[in-house]
Nanobody, 123 residues
């Protein structure tokens, strides 16, 4: 059974940093494309970043480029999201997910999801 467990969220001041972790079980994360999404209150879930297993190729939403970095530790079966220069608009629940097929930027393209971790950025 595939399970994803996010952690690392919390309350941070604007301009601060957080590192989110997503530990995968029931699959070998290095063999899959893994993504991060977020959902703010009253808004749809939106793509943040994705990393594939071959060369560690990464793609980012425009609004996080230069601030967020997605990475993975294959030995720990873990995907990370380093978030720097956080803004109040980054406040959301952050989810990691396993990509299946289709558009990287679309949530229906992902089969498995974690329970999410809350990130709150105070201004």
């Amino acid at each position: 059974q595939v399970q994803l467990a996010e952690s690392g969220g919390g309350l941070v001041q604007a301009g601060g940093s957080l590192r989110l972790s997503c530990v995968a079980s029931g699959l070998t994360a290095s063999r899959y494309v893994m993504g991060w999404f977020r959902q703010a209150p009253g808004k749809e879930r939106e793509f943040v970043a994705v990393i594939n297993w071959r060369a560690g190729s990464t793609y980012y939403a425009d609004f996080v480029k230069g601030r967020f970095t997605i990475s993975r530790d294959n030995a720990k079966n873990t995907v990370y999201l380093q978030m720097n220069s956080l803004k109040s608009v980054d406040t959301a629940v952050y989810y990691c997910a396993v990509y299946s097929r289709g558009n990287y930027y679309s949530s229906p393209s992902y089969d498995y999801w974690g329970q999410g971790t809350q990130v709150t950025v105070s201004s």
